[in-house]
């Protein structure tokens, strides 16, 4: 068994030199236990990044227990059947490694960066607590203040967090999409002991996750290693299916508008539903990335910022996104903030105005040839950031996406035609699908 | 066998640094510009990171501000270009450009693809060496820097610094808001933003990392086109300045349901001290290191007063001091501080032992070669290790230099270095139970 593993640190070790040319090669496996596995190949450093990504999050929780994914994903860093509270960290410090987690409406993951020899550790220690893990009430009593106290620094001390909080909550009517992934206050206030371990034996399981690995290794190297320490996992069979109530027909533009004394400047965000990236089926979402890069992505380069920057001088940031990796259907929005003795509502009669215009007017072709050259170079970029490259996966995979769905992605933007965008925009851009806030100028006095 | 070589791997892996440090050149062109280069061709663009020593502490008492601004309208357009048309021209490249100004260093950062690198960089140049200043984009930009300033008048971190950094800088440019007023930045005039580019740009302030599918022979005269036309000479750099806080805590108030509060003390400890390793490393153990480190341990772990609780040795150009931060609701901030302080006088009276040194070791040593995963953060810590004085070959002594530290050194400098009696604590929010000594 020593043996064994000492030769696989040997192999892993000795390959760079041969394989260099395979930096950014990406292949997958999958275990009889359903565990799937993606590895990306990366050989300039002896360095590994290790991921496990769980199809669960703040979407999948019960009602009334907001909060619970997040508060989970803390608590897996307390004990298992065999480490000690806290030991889990302690390990991947003493390896050199720096580790964390994060939890969104879709996913959970966690991972560790390390020197590729301790791999092998590392996998051990990620299949011990998929399943083995132990919780005593006072840790989790414990670990529930730091929850309120991250909610504290993250959302209650920013008016921005707090007014997203809100707006989110009307966007989505009927879809868990509407509730915050850390959770209401007063729900993270009631969560438990029970609560977490119920939903930890339902989600946390082999065919219920993920494992990416991007560095150093070889694909052979890593099915190995994921055999030896997640092949005994038992699966769960009980998962529920990834069914969320989804939203119904949205027949009436909404409006809503936000003030706190803590909060210096105003703005306004106008977010629309809109449709995902499907799997085998991502032409509809690269029409509106490429809508959402037109309007807004580049500052003063964008139509946004070119009308209400530049030409009318009525505002001094705009900005627009589309979240489409995500397991059902999320938003669009765009964002702009007026120059002082710029109205909110006149920034909002002006911004609706580059709208109708684009949707009159139609393409620049020559901005969108410019877009598809930064596209065909991000292809280059991207290599430079391991962790980047093996979180795209996991997010991808977790979203309901293919490996192949993420590789023809970059061709799939070079192909969307400007007829493809406007017919995009004009089914997104519309005002009963929408949710339009205005965060209100600060009141007279300063805070100094 | 195989024992032995699974002992000689792993060897491999733990010298990493020493062979990244291997393939450090300095590279010095014939205009006399010097750089430290990695070549790494395995991915087909260049990193590039220029650093100006200097940056917003060269700002004039009566022109504070004007080193942000200037560096915010860099790419805002040159020559004939506006500042849409400098931005159409790098997208068209596929160039990324960025521009940045901070206490000690203005600085430049750029990805450029190999199949284009020449013509990019040509348009760099014309950022770095000739902006036009132009009224239209100086009004833009001004709007955008003082929203920003207005937004950090209501954050509570920010207002921390601020009044920290006030109380102990005094006078000196560290002082005063890197980014300038609200009414200093209004003043703001083009003539203004020009002799702060001229103060700030040149060539005797020229710190450069450069990571990627170039060669030394190629990088020479790629920086004489980028930058050697800059002048010679810019202003003179900050008088070193004795972190001057009197010890004893001040609230400002801020209606928040959490207090933020930062906490700090002199030291005479920068990079250059015999002491500064096993400084770094006690302060590693005591807040430095997140989970495991004692502060972590007592004030997140045993006690969830907070989120997040840090401590740190800040070393500058012109000062050094020790300090850290930490977040909790007002109802708890009282008790955090409490813990803080006692943590501060147990590290000073007791350092620490001998298994926490070894695990601190293990981690220091071991995650030292994390940092060295990508051409644009390899670039970065080129042009820090050149900004902290750092010799070419310090990647390869860095760990035998940690691995030197005993348990008697800590315990001595954490006698020599911490003062608990000492501490400035700033409190921003509503804390309950804490009161200013002032």
Not at chain 1, 238 to 252: A, F, G, K, Y
Not at chain 1, 352 to 362: C, I, N, P, S, T
Not at chain 2, 125 to 131: L, N, T, Y
């Amino acid at each position: 068994m020593i043996f064994r593993a000492l030769s696989i640190v040997c192999s892993v070790v000795a390959l760079p030199m041969m394989v260099q040319a395979e930096t950014g090669k990406v292949s997958t496996f999958s275990l009889d236990n359903g565990l799937k596995g993606i590895v990306i190949e990366d050989h300039r450093a002896p360095i590994v990044t290790n991921m496990v990504w769980y199809n669960v999050g703040a979407a999948d929780e019960p009602p009334g227990m907001s909060g619970v994914a997040h508060f989970l994903e803390h608590l897996m860093f307390k004990g298992t059947k065999t480490l000690k509270p806290g030991e889990f960290s302690k390990i991947v410090k003493d390896n050199g490694g720096v580790d964390n987690a994060f939890t969104s409406f879709d996913y959970t993951g966690y991972f560790q960066r390390v020197a590729v020899d301790r791999l092998p550790l590392m996998m051990q220690l990620e299949a011990d607590r998929m399943r083995n893990l132990v919780l005593t009430e006072n840790e989790v009593l414990t670990e529930r203040n730091v929850v309120l106290e991250e909610r504290n620094s993250r959302t209650e001390s920013d008016p921005g967090s707090l007014f997203q909080e809100q707006r989110r909550a009307v966007m989505f009517m009927n879809h868990p999409y509407r509730t915050p992934v850390i959770g209401w206050r007063h729900e993270i206030e009631q969560l438990n002991l029970d609560d977490a371990i119920a939903f930890y034996k339902t989600y946390y399981a082999p065919n219920n996750a993920t494992l990416v690995v991007a560095g150093d290794v070889t694909p052979e190297q890593v099915k190995t290693l994921a055999e030896e320490y997640f092949g005994a996992l038992k699966p769960s069979e009980n998962i529920p299916p990834r069914i969320r109530p989804q939203e119904p027909p949205h027949l009436s533009p909404i409006r809503m508008t936000f003030s706190d004394p803590r909060q210096s400047q105003p703005y306004i965000v106008r977010s629309y539903l809109a449709p995902k990236r499907v799997s085998g089926d991502q032409s509809e979402a690269a029409a509106l990335t490429m809508l959402s890069y037109l309007l807004g992505g580049s500052g003063i380069s964008s139509v946004l910022g070119q009308k209400l920057q530049l030409d009318q001088k009525l505002a001094v940031y705009t900005d627009a996104w589309y979240d489409s990796m995500s397991y059902d259907p999320e938003t669009f929005g765009m964002y702009a903030m007026p120059r002082p003795g710029v109205t909110l509502e006149q920034l909002e009669t002006a911004m609706d105005k580059v709208l109708a215009d684009f949707l009159k007017e139609g393409i620049d072709t020559e901005h969108l040839a410019r877009l598809k050259t930064q596209i065909a170079a991000e292809d280059i970029y991207e290599l430079d950031d391991q962790s980047g490259v093996a979180r795209t996966y996991g997010q991808a995979i977790t979203a309901g996406l293919t490996v192949a769905d993420v590789q023809s992605w970059s061709q799939t933007l070079q192909a969307v035609t400007p007829d493809d965008i406007m017919a995009a925009a004009a089914k997104v851009l519309n005002m009963k699908n929408s949710v339009t806030g205005l965060m209100l100028a600060p009141t007279e006095e300063r805070s100094e | 066998m195989i024992r032995f070589i699974a002992a000689a791997c792993c060897a491999v892996v733990l010298a990493l640094p020493a062979t990244a440090q291997q393939k450090i050149e300095e590279v010095t062109s014939a205009g006399g510009i010097k750089a430290w280069l990695v070549n790494e061709p395995s991915i087909p663009f260049i990193a590039l990171q220029i650093a100006f020593r200097g940056g917003t502490s060269l700002d004039t008492d009566d022109r504070l501000g004007a080193t942000n601004l200037m560096a915010g309208l860099l790419e805002e357009g040159t020559g004939d270009m506006d500042a849409a048309a400098y931005l159409r021209a790098s997208e068209s490249l596929a160039a990324n450009f960025g521009f940045d100004a901070g206490r000690d260093s203005v600085r430049v950062s750029a990805q450029v693809l190999k199949s284009n690198a020449d013509e990019a960089l040509a348009l760099l140049k014309q950022a770095i060496v000739s902006p036009a200043f132009n009224e239209a984009a100086i009004d833009r930009v001004r709007g955008q820097v003082i929203s920003s300033i207005e937004s950090a008048l209501k954050d509570p971190s920010a207002i921390a610094e601020k009044t920290m950094a006030r109380i102990a800088f005094g006078d000196h440019p560290y002082g005063r808001p890197s980014d300038g007023t609200v009414e200093s930045v209004t003043a703001l005039t083009q003539a203004d933003l020009i002799a702060a580019h001229k103060a700030a740009l040149s060539r005797d302030h020229l710190v450069i990392g450069v990571v990627g599918d170039v060669s030394a022979a190629e990088l020479g005269p790629m920086l004489d086109a980028l930058l050697g036309d800059l002048p010679a000479t810019g202003a003179a750099l900050p008088k070193a300045v004795k972190f001057a806080a009197p010890a004893g805590v001040t609230v400002v108030d801020f209606p928040t349901p959490q207090s933020v509060a930062i906490w700090a003390q002199d030291t005479d400890i920068n990079l250059q001290h015999p002491d500064f390793m096993p400084t770094y490393v006690m302060n590693h153990i005591l807040g430095g290191g997140g989970f495991g480190s004692r502060l972590t341990e007592e004030v997140r772990e045993k006690r969830g007063l907070t989120y997040g609780v840090y401590s740190y040795l800040n070393w500058m150009e012109a000062t050094e001091y020790m300090g850290g931060s930490v977040a909790s609701g007002n109802g708890t901030i009282g008790q955090a501080i409490d813990v803080i302080r006692h943590e501060w006088a147990r590290m000073a009276s007791g350092g620490v032992t001998a298994e926490e040194l070894e695990k601190a070791k293990k981690y220091l040593t071991g995650s030292y070669a994390l940092r060295f995963d990508g051409n644009s953060k390899i670039a970065r810590i080129l042009v820090s290790s050149q900004m902290d004085h750092f010799p070419i070959d310090y990647a390869a002594t860095r760990n035998d230099r940690v691995n030197a530290v005993t348990v008697e050194d800590i315990a001595r400098v954490a006698k020599e270095v911490l003062h608990p009696d000492a501490l400035q604590f700033v409190v921003v929010g509503q804390p309950e139970g804490v009161v200013s000594t002032e």
